[in-house]
């Protein structure tokens, strides 16, 4: 049993992208879910297919090279890093994607400012 399962996945993504692997496979939940769904929107993924318990996770190239280069967990278990919407800072001068956790969902760090929420900055990526 894994105390930070998050952690897990994204370790998970960065050693599949660092092995230049097609795909990837994670235990399932709505929180890992909703992750990938962003960062397959934010363009750093492929696709991802919901089986049984797992998550298949599509990694995505452009010309043999990684659309993902650093993909890094802020909050963690034992240290939680919440951010009210003015204070939630750009990854890489607005190159990169924060996600955070709000009270509307799971999101980009540039939707929650757009909309003034504040949450729990789940990690970063770029």
Same mark, same amino acid.
């Given at each position: 049993?894994? =105390?930070?399962?998050? $952690?897990?996945?994204? =370790?998970? @993504? ?5 092995? %230049? =692997? /097609?795909?990837?496979?994670?235990? /399932?939940?709505?929180? /890992? #879910?909703?992750?990938? /769904? +962003?960062? @397959?929107?934010?363009?750093? &993924? $492929? ?9 298949? +996770?599509?990694? %995505?190239? #452009?010309?043999?090279?990684? $659309? &993902?280069?650093?993909?890094?967990? @802020?909050? %963690?278990?034992?240290?939680? +890093?919440?951010?009210?919407?003015? %204070? *939630? ?8 994607? $924060? *996600? ?16 003034? &929420?504040?949450? #729990? ?6």
């Amino acid at each position: 049993m894994s =105390t930070d399962p998050v $952690a897990d996945m994204l =370790t998970i @993504i960065r050693n599949g992208y660092a092995n %230049k =692997t /097609k795909k990837v496979s994670v235990s /399932k939940s709505k929180f /890992k #879910e909703e992750i990938v /769904k +962003i960062l @397959i929107q934010a363009g750093y &993924l $492929a696709s991802f297919k919901s089986l049984d318990n797992r998550l298949e +996770i599509s990694l %995505k190239y #452009e010309n043999r090279k990684p $659309a &993902l280069e650093q993909i890094k967990r @802020i909050s %963690k278990p034992g240290l939680r +890093i919440y951010r009210p919407s003015k %204070k *939630i800072s750009r990854v890489l001068s607005g190159l990169g994607t $924060a *996600i955070v956790s709000t009270s509307d969902g799971v999101m980009t760090s540039q939707e929650a400012k757009k909309k003034g &929420l504040g949450g #729990e900055v789940i990690c970063e990526v770029y």
